[in-house]
């Protein structure tokens, strides 16, 4: 009687190439110096860079380079350490992959993860081809799901809206009324460029919170942590975690700077609805408007768990140390901080990868 066919089975599939995927095959491969580890990564963009290749070609990082990285490899900027450009993240990015000789494949778009009880393992498909591993980690992040809140008036607005995670630059709208709407640093950074060739307002529902001048973006990764840590010990957020340290969650970065010094740093509250040519003000006046930019955040892309049913009503993945609670051979890694602090940040991403991989290790090679 013919043996049945043998089918490989990696160690662990990761999804997604960008910074969370590189951090965690970068544990992966040192891991695999004392016990080899057959690992590969899985990656739908045509490029490296995972989701900064999309972004607007201004955009600059809160934090310099020197703590902007991802383990074993310095980021460096190619004008100054301040903050680098987004070409300095890309070209990071490439070389970091090259230089470790990472396995990543790409383009290819995971459709689904679902079990596969004859191999008692996890089963991959992009809907054409099909990989089987013992742990799959997901690390798809949160670009490809942006989140535009529901107004109403939305379907009647006939100008156009965008979310800023298809934002270009401000050339497209020069000559136009544009609403950036978004009090984080997104709709900080897009608004301050806007503002100086447009007629655009800056639209929050609470005034923003702006750091000092001489205060990166390393402040918020470090709150965002004691947050999560306090949170875990059972410990009363106060004294720990707000009190101490500056406030805001804006960083001043040059383009902010300058139109706050040209005295155009100013923004207007939550509009009521829109209309077909704009919006209608809290006080009941209307404004007519060519453009909407959404800042308004993003949602963890994880459409492909589905089939394994550990989504939660709130759209996320019920997980102890990165790892699913309903379904122990999946890992997530890169989408914030209910999965680690601020892990959807470079330098979360890395320090995530750090503490989580060594048990997806012990995991994989207990199996």
């Known amino acids: 009687m013919p043996s049945k066919p043998t089918t490989k089975i990696f160690d662990v599939i990761v999804i997604g190439g960008g910074q969370a995927g590189l951090a965690v095959g970068y544990y992966l491969k040192r891991a695999s110096r004392k016990q080899p580890l057959d690992f590969i990564i899985l990656d739908n963009q045509p490029d490296s860079g995972g989701a900064w290749q999309h972004f ?36 990071y990015f490439d070389n970091y992959e090259k230089h470790y000789k990472l396995p990543i494949y790409r ?87 806007l503002v100086q060739v447009t007629d655009a307002s800056w639209v929050t529902r609470t005034p923003p919170q702006f750091l000092p001048d001489d205060v990166d973006g390393r402040v918020l990764f470090e709150r965002a942590s004691k947050r999560i840590r306090s949170s875990a010990s059972d410990e009363s957020e106060g004294d720990d975690t707000d009190q101490q340290g500056p406030k805001g969650n804006i960083v001043m970065m040059p383009a902010i700077k300058e139109a706050r010094d040209k005295g155009l740093l100013t923004t207007r509250p939550m509009f009521e609805r829109l209309t077909k040519q704009g919006v209608v003000w809290s006080d009941g006046t209307e404004g007519s408007v060519d453009a909407i930019i959404w800042c308004t955040g993003f949602n963890p892309e994880l459409e492909h768990l589905a089939p394994l049913g550990v989504i939660e009503e709130d759209g996320k993945v019920l997980t102890e140390q990165g790892q699913s609670i309903k379904e122990p051979r999946l890992w997530l890694f890169g989408y914030g901080d209910w999965v680690s602090p601020a892990s959807a940040t470079i330098i979360g ?7 989580n991989v060594p048990a997806l290790v012990e995991f994989v090679q207990g199996l």
Not at 349 to 355: F, H, N, Q, Y
């Open 56 to 91: 607007w070609p201004s955009l600059r990082l809160f934090s310099p380079a020197s703590v902007s990285s991802l383990p074993g490899r310095m980021m460096t900027s190619a004008k100054d350490d301040s903050s680098p450009y987004l070409t300095d993240v890309l070209d």
């Open 349 to 355: 991403a890395g320090r995530s990868a750090r503490e």
């Open 107 to 193: 383009p290819y778009d995971v459709q689904s993860v679902e079990r596969d009880e004859d191999n008692d393992c996890l089963r991959v498909s992009d809907g054409k081809f099909t990989w089987l591993a013992k742990a799959v980690v997901s690390a798809t992040g949160i670009w490809s799901n942006p989140y535009i809140p529901q107004i109403e008036g939305q379907q009647l607005f006939n100008g156009e809206q965008t979310h800023s995670a298809h934002y270009a630059d401000p050339d497209a709208y020069k000559g136009k009324r544009v609403l950036v709407v978004g009090g984080g640093n997104s709709g900080a950074q897009i608004f301050a460029e």
